[in-house]
């Protein structure tokens, strides 16, 4: 009989955790915000991977909680509402968003630094030619390449670090962003680890079963073991890189995101460092590209039922994506913001509600909070995005506004007011 509680179905685990939460996209955010906060890089450290780190791990526990399936936490909330929350999160982690995201930051680290005057067009349509052929042709050269190319990346990073921390480039300097703890929170939703988790979660759940952890018990103590190391192996990364870019506003003004990564990369470890590292990147994007764009087709041929097939599918997502990664990284940036400020706050609640569950005795206080949650922030990014006065001083009297969080306090009371006094007696579904 199977053994539980191996350390190596634990290490396994971990690491797999780890790689499904890493990507190279997320190399650009840490060192951006540590420019920014310089000396306050500890506080806005906690604030990034509160969001990057820790939301993600809680999803992929509520997941396993729920079986496997976040379907099953979304229908508390309704079915349609579910296929509709599920559509947002593959188009945000696929062609809208993610997608074109490992595209642009393709170009900017890997291809721009050594041929700058190449037509972005060019190389992105290349990429996802490339991206293409093995979504629509699976081929083992990719799980090859994913399975060297995460410790060879990690490698590399820990590298730039460790010699980075030792002998940094330069002095911090002064913290230049207001409100650091909660801009930093706010920064970690550009991670989107937390909405790979409940979408991706059933791959975890799966994985810790085929090991002979059958029970909801054993699978999610087996996640929290593991989620250990994954939390570990984040920690280190995101949090060098911050204090690695903690030290660069006395090197040079205003820089793209793409380019203070290759600037670090460059000032730390040299032009053959630069090299490799951008080898690194492109492999990385590419590989998590394809999971991307065959996770969304299947999603989408699915829920067509067939009508719009596999490979219609994966071809409209590659154009879709080409489109948007043109833009770059930092325009799909700002069109990630608002987006994922209607998205995260809906997660977040999910997510809590799901591991609080045995004291949520209604599928009624599902409804209640996400709803009164939606509402609110569709208020406030609206009136942000568009500049609507009157939506603007409405949210001005909510609590944490100021901060982006003018959702959290609504919250709390639609879920006590729901449960202590409008949803006592229906059942959770």
């Not at 680290?109 to 190449?118: D, E, K, M, N, T």
């Not at 706010?186 to 085929?210: N, P």
């Not at 490799?276 to 699915?302: D, E, H, K, R």
Request: hydrophobic share 55%.
């Amino acid at each position: 009989m199977k053994k539980h509680n191996t350390m190596k179905d634990i290490i396994i685990i971990g690491f797999a955790l780890f790689a499904m939460f890493f990507g190279s996209g997320n190399l650009i955010f840490p060192p951006y915000l540590g420019r920014l906060v310089g000396e306050q890089y500890v506080t806005a450290m906690i604030g990034f991977m509160i969001m990057g780190v820790g939301l993600p791990l809680l999803g992929v526990m509520a997941t396993a909680k729920a079986g496997g399936s976040f379907d099953e936490i979304g229908n508390k909330v309704g079915k349609t509402f579910s296929i509709i929350l599920m559509t947002a999160l593959i188009l945000a982690i696929g062609p809208f968003l993610a997608i074109p995201r490992t595209a642009a930051t393709t170009f900017e680290i890997s291809i721009r630094p050594f041929l700058p005057s190449v037509s972005p067009f060019i190389i992105i349509a290349i990429y996802f030619g490339i991206n293409l052929f093995f979504v629509l042709s699976p081929n083992s050269i990719v799980d090859i390449i994913g399975k060297f190319l995460t410790p060879a990346l990690l490698i590399t990073l820990l590298i730039l670090i460790v010699k980075g921390v030792l002998v940094p480039v330069s002095t911090l300097t002064d913290n230049t962003l207001p409100n650091t703890f909660t801009a930093s929170l706010i920064e970690g939703y550009q991670t989107m680890d937390a909405l790979a988790a409940v979408c991706f979660g059933g791959i975890i759940v799966t994985t810790i079963k085929s090991k002979g952890y059958t029970s909801t018990n054993e699978v999610i103590k087996m996640t929290l073991k593991s989620s250990l190391i994954a939390i570990g192996g984040l920690g280190i990364i995101y949090g060098g890189l911050m204090y690695l870019g903690a030290h660069t506003t006395n090197l040079v003004g205003e820089i793209e995101k793409t380019a203070l990564v290759i600037m670090l990369a460059k000032q730390i470890l040299g032009s053959a460092g630069t090299v490799f590292l951008s080898v690194a990147v492109a492999l990385a994007c590419l590989t998590t590209s394809i999971g991307l764009t065959t996770t969304g087709a299947t999603y989408f041929s699915n829920l067509s039922r067939g009508k719009l097939s596999y490979k219609v599918a994966a071809i409209l997502i590659s154009v879709l994506s080409m489109a948007i990664a043109l833009l770059g990284v930092d325009h799909i940036v700002g069109l990630t913001t608002p987006i994922l400020k209607i998205l995260y706050p809906i997660i977040i609640v999910l997510v809590l509600l799901t591991l609080i569950g045995k004291y949520v005795s209604s599928s009624c206080v599902y409804k209640v909070t996400v709803y009164v949650t939606l509402v609110v922030v569709l208020i406030d990014v609206l009136g942000k995005l568009f500049n609507i006065t009157i939506l603007q001083r409405l949210m001005s009297y909510l609590p944490l506004s100021s901060v982006d969080f003018a959702w959290l306090t609504p919250a709390l009371l639609a879920f006590a007011v729901s449960k202590l006094f409008l949803c006592k007696t229906e059942k959770t579904a």
